[in-house]
Every structure is written in C-alpha cells, then in structure tokens.
C-alpha cells in the first residue's frame, strides 16, 4: 500500500499495531479503537431501514435494493481512482469478493427490503437483525479463525435469546414469512462483514468495499437500468433522500469505519457493537416513521446494553 492510502484512512495505523502482543497496552487501546471504529459504522447503518421505507414509497422494492449499489459505485469509483491505485481487486482475493457482493451488496439489501414491503415495519426488522452480531461471530469462528472466550459467547447468546424473544412477542409465539427473509438477510450480511473484516485486516475498509462495488457493477448497472424502465417509479423528496441514505451511507460510507474496526478490534469482538444497532434503529423508527412501541422494547434495550458492555469485556 502506498501512503496515499494510509493517508485516506485513519484506522489504518490501528490494523497493523494489532500485532501487539495479547494483553499489552498496545493491543487493548487497538481493540477499543477498532470498537469505536465500528460504533461509527453501526451508528450509519442504524438508519438503513427507515431509509429503504421511504425510498420503497416512490421506488420498487428490487429498485431500492439493486439501485444502492451502483448510487455507492459512484464514490467508490472517485476514490479508487482517486488513490491511483488498480480499480480491480488482486485475483487471488477475488472469491473473497464475491462472497461480500453476495453478502452485503444483493443479499442483505434484497431480503431486507422484501421483508419491510411485505409489512415488517422497520422496528421489528431491526430486532431480528439484531441477530446479526451472533451470526457475525460464528461466521469469525469459522472464516476468520478467532476463537473468543466462553464469557464472550455467553454475552452473544444472551442478546441473542434477547432479541429472539421480544421477536416472537411481537408475532404472537411465532415466526412469519418476513422473519424468513430477515433470517436471510441477517445471514448474508454476517458472511459479508466476516469476509470483508478478514480482507481489511491487508487492505483499508473504503478500498475492500469500493472493490467489492466495482466487481458487482457489470451486474448491478443493467439490473438497475431495467428496473427503472419497467417499473412504476414515483419520485419525491422523501423517496429520494431515503435512497440517497441507502446508497451513499448504507452502501459505502458506513462500510470504511465498519470494516476497519473490524479488522482493528477483532470480527466477533468488534462485531458485537451491532448488538447497539436494534436500538438505534427504534430510535429513528419512532422518531422518522412515528412507529410506537411499549415496555417489552424498554426490557429488551436494557437486555441488549448489558450485553454490550459484557461482550466489550471479555478479551477476544
């Protein structure tokens, strides 16, 4: 990497201190910056889902989701071309890749959006995404080779049964076919975050997703030109701020503190901040939407806090 690129990115430094040896001061001010790092990502995505209702108010729903991407293309193309740098990742990275385009660039966006036009409102989709952190960490064990302490995966399973459990009181005891397609979206994105956090560990977190924007674009680009020939799209202001936020902060911007405080902190450790992510997404969804919940969301707040500060406490 040349210094333009460090330049760009200021986690950059915290990636290759993470050789710290375990318990120093080094490595612990690295993991909490990959923390914080992360956080800021989180705090992007958080308002994803009120985003993709009101761009679905004026656009298809597989509009909004294919769309986003090649919005984010934009950016990534600017910086990569910016930095003088190859506009195409390495070939020998190129599966890790495509698992990121399948992940996080059709298949999260996709489900997500599907999910909330087939009534989910954008409460309870934040709930189950809530999910999310669990299923990055066990895509960590898998993928990334680390291997976190049992108080780490008590804390993990705690929000998870947490987030479950104030899921299934609001669906009346069971699940529906929009919980389906959050359980796929949850399920792309964690494959995507765990592949793109092993690639930002080598490669800064603006560049792996602007690759991985580049490499989806040959598909994206005509998918989104016949979707918005075909069907009915009905422009305002709120519908295109709404895909404006989906494309330029969900699609891009949130990915280059995401991705580098996953690489800095840790997957599963780093990740765990998503557990934050259900309750940022109430907060707007009350706020933006005027969706109303009651005392069950309070408990299941408290319940996802606890966890956070349990997960950021036990040393991955």
């Known amino acids: 990497m040349n210094d333009k690129d460090s330049a760009i990115v200021p986690g950059r430094v915290a990636v290759g201190s993470a050789s710290a040896p375990a318990g120093s001061a080094s490595s612990s001010g690295t993991a909490w910056r990959g923390t914080l790092l992360a956080g800021l990502g989180v705090l992007s995505f958080s308002g994803s889902f009120p985003a993709t209702v009101f761009a679905m108010e004026g656009f298809d729903p597989y509009l909004v ?4 991407a090649v919005i984010a293309a934009v950016p990534a193309l600017v910086f990569l071309v910016a930095a003088r740098g190859p506009l195409l990742p390495p070939r020998s990275h190129l599966r890790s890749y495509l698992v990121i385009v399948a ?41 990334g080779g680390e291997r976190p302490k049992p108080v780490f995966w008590a804390a993990c399973a705690l929000g998870a049964v947490s987030i479950t459990a104030f899921t299934l009181s609001r669906d009346g005891g069971h699940a529906t076919g929009a919980d389906l397609l959050l359980v796929g979206a949850l399920l792309s994105a964690a494959a995507g975050y765990t592949e793109g956090g092993r690639l930002a560990r080598e490669t800064p977190g603006w560049r792996v997703i602007s690759y991985a924007l580049v490499v989806a674009a040959p598909l994206t680009v005509p998918v989104t030109v016949a979707l918005a020939l075909t069907t009915d799209v009905r422009p305002t202001a709120t519908s295109l701020a709404g895909f404006a936020y989906a494309g330029l902060i969900s699609m891009f911007l949130g990915f280059i503190p995401w991705y580098a405080g996953l690489a800095a902190g840790g997957i ?13 997404t109430l907060l707007w969804a009350w706020l933006l939407l005027d969706e109303r919940f009651g005392p069950v969301t309070v408990a299941a707040a408290l319940a996802v806090l606890v966890c956070v500060a349990m997960s950021q406490r036990a040393r991955s």
């Not at 780093?270 to 557990?275: D, E, N």
């Open 65 to 68: 989701a294919i769309g986003r």
């Open 103 to 143: 992940g996080v660039v059709f298949g999260f966006p996709v489900f997500s959006g599907l999910a909330l036009d087939a009534g989910a409102g954008a409460s309870h989709a934040a709930v189950v995404i809530g999910l999310l952190p669990a299923a990055t960490a066990a895509c960590a064990v898998l993928r």
């Open 268 to 280: 599963a450790r780093a990740g765990q901040t998503q557990l934050a992510q259900p309750l940022l």
